[in-house]
């Protein structure tokens, strides 16, 4: 099993999460984040003052599934956010070594 995370514009939520269902997962964890990276935030003004905004909205969704899925999820994500413009974001690839459902105590890739 791995666990893919990954850190995306807020507006492109929607499309990944359809991107996600027509590969096939069945639940995803999102969260909303702020970050920065190469972009490193923008300046803005209130009230005639400028200021800096460091952190960006983001947000990271996270999916755990079958070693059998990862490049099709990892595709799905990818073209579904990708803008093209710098701060799209990033994805991450982990290994997990067991999942357990809490309410039937079902394990491995039945629990998810």
């Known amino acids: 099993m791995k666990k893919i995370e990954a850190i995306i514009k807020p507006f492109k939520l929607d499309e990944v999460k359809e991107a996600l269902q027509?590969?096939?997962?069945?639940?995803?964890?999102?969260?909303?984040?702020?970050?920065?990276?190469?972009?490193?935030?923008?300046?803005?003004?209130?009230?005639?003052?400028?200021?800096?905004?460091d952190f960006l909205p983001k947000v990271k969704i996270e999916i755990v599934i079958g070693d059998e899925l990862v490049e099709k999820a990892i595709d799905a994500i990818r073209r579904a956010a990708q803008t093209g413009r710098i701060g799209d974001g990033k994805i991450f690839v982990s290994n997990i070594e067991e999942a357990i459902r809490i309410r039937t105590g079902e394990s491995g890739l039945d629990a998810i």
């Open 22 to 53: 027509e590969v096939g997962l069945q639940g995803i964890t999102v969260t909303e984040a702020k970050g920065f990276g190469r972009q490193k935030g923008h300046a803005e003004l209130y009230r005639g003052a400028e200021y800096i905004v």
